[in-house]
C-alpha cells in the first residue's frame, strides 16, 4: 500500500471514530438505554417505572394513558388509548415519549417489548471514550465471501441471557499472518456482511466479542475484511441490549489487536 493511501485510510479512519464516538454518546445513543421490557414478562400491563398501561397484542401494542401519566404521542398528550406498531426510525423520533426520556416499541421472534432512553441515564453520564486502536493497515485484508446455498439458522446465546437464533448467509474468508481464517457471516439487507467474532484479546484487552461489517462483496465474492473498524456491540454500552454472542467457528485464534477495544468511563 503506498504511503498516500495509507494516509488517507488512516485519515478516513480517524473521522469514522469521531462519528462512531458522536453517535453512542448521543442524546439517544445505545448510553441512554436504561431498561428493555418485555410485555408478556409484565401481564397486569405495568412496566418499572414507566406510566401508563401497556398491553400486547399478535398485531399491536395498545397504551392506555390519562393526563396524569405524562406520557406524549407523535408530540401530543395522551389521554386515552393508542395502538402502537414498531418504532423503525431514530430512537429521537419515537412516537412516545414522558419527559425528555423517549419509549421505543420493540418486536423480536414475535414478542413486543418497550425500551426507555433518557439522556440523564447514568452511563451516560459516566462515558469518556472509546478506546480504539490507532489505525494499522495490516489489519485490513483482501476476504472472499463464499454464500451458503440458502441461509442457515444457528441458535446462539445472547447477552440477555437468553438463546435465539442467529441467520447466517455464508462465510468469509481471509489471511491474517499467511494463515487463512474463516468467518461465518449475515448478510443485510444492502448486500454487506455482519459477522459477530472473538478473538484471543476477547476478555483480556477487548470486549468479550465484537462485530465485523464489511462492504458488500462484488460480483466474484470480493470484499475488505477491515479489523481496524471492528465494533463493539450495543451491549457493551448498556446491558439492555440484546447481542448475539458469536456462532461456532467464529472464535479466532489469533489476537486482533485493532478497532475498537473497550468502553472507557470517568474515574
Not at 51 to 58: K, M, N, Q, S
Not at 185 to 199: I, R
Not at 230 to 259: E, Y
Amino acid at each position: 500500500m503506498s504511503t498516500g493511501h495509507s494516509a488517507d485510510a488512516a485519515q478516513d479512519w480517524k473521522h469514522w471514530h469521531e462519528q462512531r464516538t458522536e453517535t453512542v454518546s448521543a442524546p439517544y445513543g445505545p448510553l441512554s438505554l436504561t431498561g428493555t421490557h418485555w410485555l408478556a414478562d409484565h401481564p397486569e400491563g405495568h412496566l418499572p417505572g414507566i406510566p401508563g398501561h401497556w398491553a400486547d397484542t399478535p398485531d399491536a401494542v395498545v397504551l392506555t394513558a390519562g393526563p396524569h401519566d405524562g406520557l406524549s404521542v407523535d408530540g401530543a398528550p395522551l389521554t386515552g388509548e393508542v395502538r402502537l406498531g414498531a418504532d423503525g426510525g431514530p430512537v429521537a423520533g419515537a412516537r412516545v415519549a414522558v419527559g425528555g426520556r423517549r419509549l421505543v416499541v420493540i418486536r423480536r421472534e414475535g414478542q413486543w417489548a418497550v425500551r426507555d432512553f433518557d439522556p440523564d441515564a447514568a452511563a451516560r453520564r459516566a462515558f469518556r471514550s472509546i478506546d480504539a486502536t490507532a489505525y494499522d493497515e495490516r489489519w485490513a485484508v483482501p476476504g472472499r465471501f463464499t454464500p451458503y446455498d440458502e441461509d442457515r439458522t444457528v441458535t446462539v446465546g445472547n447477552a440477555d441471557g437468553k438463546e435465539r437464533g442467529l441467520g447466517l448467509g455464508g462465510e468469509l474468508s481471509f489471511r491474517i499472518g499467511g494463515v487463512e481464517h474463516v468467518l461465518k457471516a449475515s448478510v443485510e439487507a444492502d448486500g454487506s456482511l455482519w459477522a459477530v467474532f472473538a478473538d484471543a484479546t476477547s476478555g483480556v484487552s477487548s470486549y468479550r466479542f465484537r462485530f465485523l461489517r464489511p462492504a458488500a462483496p462484488d460480483a466474484d465474492g470480493r470484499t475488505t475484511v477491515d479489523f481496524n473498524r471492528a465494533l463493539l456491540p450495543p451491549c457493551a454500552f448498556a446491558d439492555h441490549f440484546i447481542c448475539p454472542f458469536p456462532p461456532p467457528g467464529n472464535t479466532l485464534p489469533v489476537g486482533i489487536a485493532a478497532g475498537e477495544r473497550n468502553l472507557r468511563e470517568r474515574p
